[in-house]
């Protein structure tokens, strides 16, 4: 099947902590988005990528950090900087930057203790 | 002003009747709409998109585009128990990123 598959769903992490959450696809996309997504505030895009070894800040980027080491994987890190880390956080590709539709994994929640 | 504004709801519906979503928009350039349905707890999923003024049909939803006005609509007719979601509008700007409503919360009851 295929898709974009995040993981875990659910992740609690004591404040302090860096945490990484996996976004991996095999839709052989391009491009590659982190989003938030906070009651009220509909999607706000945090870093995307659009090849490989190559990314750009989205509009909240201050306490993330990401990689695209592969076409495949962008995972997100979510560090300590971060002042309000609770969030849905959803990975998203699409075929290439610019292109229509977005195809979304099933989203992390996180919850900073 | 955000650049997409769409009123969160929720929106109680009864089943069966036609459903209204809207959002209005503030910057003109790069007029590609689209509209997302997000499930509780899971990923938005595209229902439809559109760049031109007028009506675009897919079943029982209509997407709608008034370029004149702003304002973008969605339009789901006999709607059922399982359009329960909440709808999200997008547009694309001028760097092919997407803008994205608050999106708003519906619910339509049996």
């Known amino acids: 099947d295929g898709g974009i598959t995040q993981s875990p769903k659910y992740l609690f992490r004591k404040e302090g902590q860096n945490v990484t959450l996996s976004c991996e696809q095999n839709l052989n996309h391009d491009a590659m988005y982190w989003y938030r997504q906070d009651p009220g505030q509909g999607l706000r895009l945090i870093y995307y990528?659009?090849?490989?070894?190559?990314?750009q800040k989205g509009d909240i980027a201050e306490g993330y950090s990401v990689s695209r080491e592969k076409k495949e994987s962008f995972p997100l890190t979510v560090t300590s900087a971060q002042k309000n880390p609770t969030a849905f956080y959803l990975c998203?590709?699409?075929?290439?930057?610019?292109?229509?539709?977005?195809?979304f994994g099933q989203g992390t929640r996180l919850t900073v203790v | 002003q955000k650049e997409v504004e769409q009123d969160p709801g929720p929106l109680s519906v009864p089943e069966g009747a036609i459903v209204s979503l809207n959002c209005t928009y503030s910057?003109?350039?790069?007029?590609?709409f689209m509209w997302y349905r997000q499930y509780s707890r899971k990923g938005p999923e595209l229902l439809m998109y559109t760049y031109s003024s007028g009506n675009k049909e897919d079943g029982r939803f209509t997407a709608q585009v008034d370029k004149s006005s702003k304002y973008i609509s969605l339009f789901i007719r006999d709607s059922q128990p399982s359009d329960s979601a909440t709808y999200l509008c997008?547009?694309?700007?001028?760097?092919?990123?997407?803008?994205w409503g608050a999106g708003t919360k519906l619910i339509i009851k049996p």
């Open positions: 997008a547009k694309m700007d001028s760097n092919y990123q997407l803008i």
């Open positions: 910057n003109s350039a790069f007029q590609y």
């Open positions: 990528s659009q090849i490989v070894n190559d990314f």
């Open positions: 998203a590709s699409s075929l290439q930057g610019g292109s229509t539709e977005a195809f």
